[in-house]
């Protein structure tokens, strides 16, 4: 099995001891960090859909995505050499009213290692306070939002048009269990991705 294969496993074993000795041990042999962060995301991507089949349950997505960050660690200096100038920095967190951060973890360690300066707000984040970090923080591209309840809707809505209010130019980019592309057009939303796999490529789409 190649050393990124090993590395796979790990991930979606949750070995999180050991993979970052794998990771090290997959550079060394000439493994090219992105090709190693592709394979890492393509595992919890895996443990994802395991995750909504009913597969796995919370505290294994958790030692996954620990795992990964783990992994990701390593390759970080790394990455930092390939990219030559950061994406911008993105605002990210869970809204008002809604405590998951499983989810939002998961975008925030994907797009950091895509090459953005994240900023992760946490959960149960107020309206106000997306325009407040955007004010804060140098070089703000993109404000992701996250809602994982139906009842906490109201509050995505509430982020989007306080944060175009603030900065109609921002670029927003939502996501979470019960959104829908149709929800976050109606909502005013930029973008929308279905999981943390996909919002890589979306966050890149919108800023290019």
């Not at 796995?56 to 390593?74: D, H, R, W, Y």
């Not at 994982?148 to 989007?160: G, I, N, R, S, Y």
Request: net charge negative.
């Amino acid at each position: 099995m190649s050393k990124i294969e090993d590395i796979k496993v790990l991930v979606e074993t949750g070995k999180s001891k050991k993979v970052a000795a794998a990771v090290q041990g997959a550079l060394d042999a000439g493994d090219k960090a992105q090709d190693i962060l592709e394979a890492m995301i393509a595992s919890m991507s895996v443990v994802g859909d395991k995750f909504s089949a009913g597969e796995i349950f919370v505290p294994e997505m958790l030692i996954a995505a620990k795992t990964m960050s783990k992994g990701v660690e390593v390759l970080k200096p790394v990455m930092a050499g390939d990219v030559s100038n950061s994406l911008g920095t993105c605002i990210m967190g869970t809204v008002a009213g809604d405590l998951h951060d499983i989810g939002k973890n998961l975008v925030v360690m994907m797009l950091e290692s895509a090459g953005f300066d994240m900023v992760d707000l946490g959960v149960d984040v107020p309206a106000e306070k997306f325009v407040q970090a955007v004010k804060e923080n140098d070089n703000v591209v993109l404000v992701a939002c996250s809602g994982l309840l139906t009842t906490t809707m109201p509050a995505l809505k509430d982020a989007v048009k306080t944060v175009k209010a603030a900065f109609p130019d921002m670029k927003v980019i939502v996501g979470g269990a019960p959104v829908t592309p149709e929800y976050a057009d109606e909502i005013g939303a930029d973008g929308y991705a279905p999981d943390a796999g996909s919002s890589v490529a979306k966050a890149k789409e919108l800023i290019a």
